[in-house]
Structure formats: C-alpha cells, structure tokens
C-alpha cells in the first residue's frame, strides 16, 4: 500500500478521519454518559430541561429538540436570550441538532457562547460552558472549520481547568477527551508540536485513570502515532500505532472497526521500517478476521413494513358476454371472407358503384318471384 509523505495534504486522511468521528462513539463505547448541562437555576424550564437531557441521555435527537424549542418561545419571550436559562436550553438544543447530523444549526443555537471566547468567565457556569462549547467545537470540526473549532475547544480546556467541581473521574475523561480534539484539530492545521502536545497531555489526564483511559488512551497514542507519521519518525509510529492497536483489540476485540484500523495502519508502518515479516502477519490475522461470518445486529434486521400488501385483484372469469359477442363476430367475419361473398360484391361495387342499389334490388325482385 503506497502512502503519501503527509497524507493530511490530501483531502480528508482516513486516519484523522477516524480521529474525528470515533470520539463520541469511543465514548459511548466505554460507557461514558455524554455530558449534558443541569437544568436552569432559576427554575423556569426545569421540566424542559429534565425531559429533553433524558432524551439526549436515550439519543432520541428529534425529541429533544422539539422539547427544547416549545420551551424557548415563552422562556425568550418572557426574560430575553441573555438569561441564563434560555442559554442552558440552548446548549441542549445545540447537543440535539449535532446528535441529528445538523451541525450548522448546532453552532447557530450556540452563537451565545462562540461570541464570548474573550470573556473572562462563563456565561451559565464552567460545566455548562464546557458543554456548549465542546459541542460547539465538534461542529466546526465536522464542517472542516479548523481554526474556528481549535479556538472554541481550547477555551472549553480552560473553562474544565477552572471548575473544581467535577468528580476526578469524570474530569480526567473530559479532559482527556478536549485534548484529544486540540489535537486533532491540531493536526489537521498541520501545526504538528501542537498536536503533540495535546496528545502528551492527552496521555499524561489519564494516568490516573482506573483502568489507564481504556479507549482514550488509545485513540491518544493514534494522535500521538498520526503526528510521528507525518513527521516521518517511523519507529515512533510503529510503537505508538501498536499500542493503540493493543489497548483498542484489549477492549473491543478483533473484529471492531477501531482495532482493524489501527493494525491495518501499524502493518503499513511496520513495512516501511522493512519488519515485512510483522507486516505479513498483521495482514494474515485482519484476513482471517475479514473471512469470518459476522451476525447482523438486531437493529439491522429487516423490519416489517406497516403498510399492508395491496389486495388481490378478483380474478376475471374466461368468458363474458363482450367476449362471446366479439368472438361469434370474428368467426361469422372469417366465414363470410372464406366464402369470397364480401370480395365478388366488393368487386361488383367497385366495377358499377351507380347500379350496385340496382342490382340488389333485382335480385332481391327476382328471389320473390321464385318463391
């Protein structure tokens, strides 16, 4: 497999990628609830809030977003875009029009919190405002913004740094998981210490970890491999592809998407640094993996339709009277022109047309005679 010296020059590298899409799932993966921002604190929404952040908790996008949206109108009306409940409504709107694949309107419900980057404080509170523009940064990414996504995500990095509130836990994992986009969207702005830096911090957040960060750690030693590749430190590469590779068949097995990736990537690696006998057996083992038979999941099974069959058409009998009208017609029709009758009296007609009336009349006198 040939591999161009900076494959993010082209324009879109499977590596990054996989980098950008597989964040939420990683996280879904793992086990991780997706953060969502409290309810209002002045109480007005809360019954909004409750029910659409127990939607988004389901992914049920389209109801969250309606939930939010019938709960803005009064909620606006009543005390303006600047209080701090229509802007936590706003988050969750944000979070519901990206989970429906939206994310130009995820960035236009959040237009509040893109505006206040310079601010010095939160608009709703640290956690909330980590949320609006985590999203927000995930959106931009996802309409290939880089610069507009790095700026929204380092001040998200800062505003996790700043709240003391969070459970350890959960903090290193959302710290982890900030850092990891910096660096991705690092990477794609070609800023190759930058992205380096991310991802060190990246691994250094989940240290602490039980369990070492599971997939994230992964997907941070695939950061950390991207950026070695592209520099062209091929060793490093290798070392930090495999063990991406390991963490992710450790939590996923060999057949996951992830742990396909990383090996395919890790055996092109490990060819150019000339360990094709490596190479060979990490293509051998996706083969065998590729040859096995896979069941569909249930959600993809056929579902059956709603809308019952057309019903059958009675079936029409043989013969009908249109039917015995027209076929006695066509053997009378024959009979006659077997017979030449309709010839010799078209001939005659053709020969006299003037005399034709004269001529039947005397044949007719002439029958009556007879009789």
Known sequence: MEWSPNPLRRRRSPLLAGLIAGWLVVAVAAGQDTAVPPAPAD??????????????????????????????????AAKGEDDRGVLALLILKGQACYGLGRPQEAIDALAPF??????????????????????????FMALDRWADALASLERASSMLAADRGWESGAKAINTATTLGKIGTARARLEDWPGARKAFDEQVAALEGERGGGGPYLAAAHNGLGLVADNLGDDAAAAEHYALAAEIYEEQFGLEHPYTKRALTTLARVKGKVGDTQEADRITARLATVDAMPTAIPPTLQPVPSTIPDHPAAPPMPLFTWPVIFAATAAVILAALTASGFLVRRSRRADLDPGNSEAEDGAVGKSATEND
């Open 114 to 139: 893109a505006r206040s980057l310079q601010d010095p404080g939160p608009l709703v509170g640290p956690a909330s405002d980590w949320n609006a523009l985590t999203v927000l940064g995930d959106s």
């Open 43 to 76: 109480g007005t929404g809360n019954a909004a809030a409750a029910a659409a952040v127990k939607a988004l908790r389901s992914q049920r996008f389209a109801e969250a977003l309606r939930i939010v949206d019938e709960a803005l109108v009064p909620l606006v």
